[in-house]
């Protein structure tokens, strides 16, 4: 009984009665982003990332010098394997606060048990492995080659659930409160059945060829190709009915789906003058390019249905489904050069430098479809009058859309600092690391939306009618970003006896972020016609922009964190590596390497 007063309170708000579609969106604002695409792949070793990447090139560490500058490779003597083992895998990934489309139907009261939120994770590789030998040391010498691998890999639920709680006799994900021992063989009812899983895997292949053309000059090149595939599957169905008891069925089936391929080639090359051992001085550059695609898709679908159709005086039933599916496709280039160097000072104080600039365009294309439907149907008793009431209300739903633009983005960073030697094995840096990134989006996606519902008979709340409503609209998305991050890190080794080093440091990070976004609709068409018995009336606005101007964001932040490793070397073609990282509050990182010297 209280669940049709309740109904019935819905039935007699004249709001609830009406189809409302109530909030727009924009379809490129669910593209979900990878942060090394179209980026320069560089494979850091755990001394040089542990502190900061900012550092690369100003820190002394040949490992990573030669992932930006090939050239570097070719002064390596000897064969090496190091293997990075990566104790930290993934790390949560700042909130986009995404628009997704979202419809609202006066019969979907029934909403699904569940409330899902993304489980956004920015992944960072579960393994490292570098390899560096000489081509022919004996016909060849000076010619090196390289090749490294890092690996990203991860398997976890495609949601996060908010439960939604239905009625007390079930927790939130549908089962009975009240349990049996006894448990008998019999045909089940299906009440629940579902499927949740999101896996990521990335494999980043590299390969390096240099060579000492003189004494004082050498040169090399790179190649690298990043392979990344994702996949999500989400379903849930939960059946809430009662025969038993109650003449109630309630049946819900939500399915979720995510795929995503990114194929990336990059290509690279560097000289390298070397005037003396602490003097040389460096460029470099190259190109990449690559494509982003992606999908994704929902359908949800749910029954109610309340008492016997016979009966006379209650009786519901309602139907709802609802798909959608949309695809994205980024496809461009990014364009790189850069200078690095070494120049000495007193008392054996190195200074060491980096700059590089970064210009990337991507070429954006998009396409949605979305369909909703309804059927509601009610059969009560009106206690003041005590008549007998069955509206019946329908609606249908409809949204395509395809979209293309264009999103430009520069990134300027530079690097310097002082290396300071204190005794035997033993040094200190001091660095400063300014990064720069700018990106502007210019996205148009033009839109055909349908709407109409329907009022069967008329109730004394809501006469009989049909409305029908259409958009042709054109969305224009401009929205452009700035990225600043200064990090001043202070690093120190210190050597102890002829096998240990304890390295410790502390960044100092200022952050900030600034982002404007601006949303133009054009309507072309936006008419609406309602017909009851009596006749019909329309509307026909003229064409109009409307223009949404989001709250400028203005973010900053500032941390400071510390880190520390240990260097041991048993052996003379042995070094294991071990970095932690962490918080003034807790321990964030730790990382495992070995550095053979064949």
């Known amino acids: ?62 490992l990573s010098e030669f992932s930006f500058q090939p050239a570097t490779l070719s002064s390596l003597e000897g064969s090496r394997l190091y293997l990075d083992l990566k104790g930290s895998a993934e790390k949560p990934k700042a909130p986009k606060y995404r628009v997704y489309p979202l419809y609202y139907y006066d019969n979907s009261y029934f909403a699904p048990p569940y409330y899902a939120r993304p489980a956004e994770r920015k992944l960072e590789p579960l393994l490292s492995a570098i390899y560096l030998g000489d081509v022919a040391a004996k016909y060849l010498p000076g010619l090196k080659y390289a090749l490294s691998y890092e690996l990203i890999h991860h398997s976890g ?53 240099s060579f000492k053309l003189t004494k004082f000059f050498s040169a090399g090149a790179k190649v690298s190709r990043t392979m990344t595939d994702i996949s999500g599957d989400y379903v849930r169905f939960n059946d809430y ?52 695609d992606q999908t994704a898709g929902d359908r949800d679908s749910s029954f109610y249905s309340y008492g016997q159709e016979t009966q006379s005086d209650y009786f519901s039933r309602s139907f709802y489904s609802h798909a959608s599916a949309s ?142 409503g259409i958009e042709d609209k054109t969305l224009r998305l401009d929205k452009r970003t700035q990225t600043t991050r200064l990090a001043l890190p202070v690093a120190m080794t210190f050597g102890i006896g002829q096998s240990w080093s304890v390295h410790v440091a502390a960044i100092k990070q200022y952050l900030q972020l600034k982002s404007e976004e601006t949303i133009d609709i054009w309507y072309r068409t936006d008419s609406t016609i309602v017909i009851r018995p009596d006749g019909s009336t329309s509307q026909n606005p003229p064409e109009r922009v409307d223009r949404y101007r989001a709250v400028p964001v203005r973010r900053s932040e500032a941390s400071l964190n510390f880190r520390a490793g240990v260097s041991f070397q048993p052996a003379k073609p042995v070094r294991i590596d071990v970095g932690l990282g962490a918080s003034p509050t807790d321990l964030e990182t730790w990382q495992f390497a070995v550095l053979f010297s064949i």
Do not use: C
């Open 1 to 62: 009984m209280k669940r049709f007063l309740l109904i019935a309170g819905f039935l007699l708000s004249p709001l609830s009665l009406q189809a409302q579609y109530w909030n727009d969106y924009v379809l490129e604002k669910g593209f979900d982003s990878r942060d090394y695409f179209l980026r320069p792949h560089r494979v850091l070793s755990l001394n040089l990332k542990n502190i900061d990447p900012g550092l690369l090139g100003v820190l002394p560490d040949y």
């Open 157 to 209: 639920t495609f949601y996060e659930y908010v439960p939604y709680w239905y009625y007390g006799a079930y927790d939130a994900f549908g089962v009975r409160t009240d349990e049996s021992s006894r448990f008998p063989e019999i045909e089940p009812n299906i009440k629940q059945d579902g499927l949740d899983e999101k896996t990521e895997t990335a494999h980043m292949m590299e390969a390096y060829l």
């Open 241 to 292: 009915s009662d025969d038993f008891n109650y003449s109630y069925q309630s049946r819900y089936l939500n399915e979720k789906d995510a795929g995503s391929t990114l194929r990336q080639n990059e290509f690279s090359a560097g000289a390298l003058l070397t005037l003396s051992d602490t003097r040389q001085i460096g460029v470099f550059g190259g190109r990449i390019s690559g494509h982003h």
């Open 327 to 468: 695809r994205w496709r980024h496809e461009g280039t990014t364009r790189f050069a850069g200078i690095h160097g070494e120049l000495p000072s007193e008392n054996n104080i190195a200074f060491r430098f980096r700059l590089e600039y970064q210009k990337s365009d991507i070429d954006l294309t998009n396409s949605g479809a979305v369909a909703d439907t309804s059927y509601h149907r009610y059969r009560f008793r009106n206690y003041p009058d005590s008549l007998i009431y069955e509206p019946i209300y329908n609606s249908k739903f409809t949204d395509n859309r395809v979209g293309a633009g264009a999103e430009n983005g520069t990134r300027k960073s530079g690097s310097a600092g002082l290396v300071i030697p204190m005794y035997k094995n033993s040094e200190a840096t001091v660095a400063v690391h300014l990064e720069h990134d700018e990106n502007k989006t210019l996205m148009y996606e033009d839109a055909q939306v349908y709407r109409a519902s329907r009022q069967v008979n008329s109730t004394p709340w809501y006469p009989a009618e049909t409305t029908i």
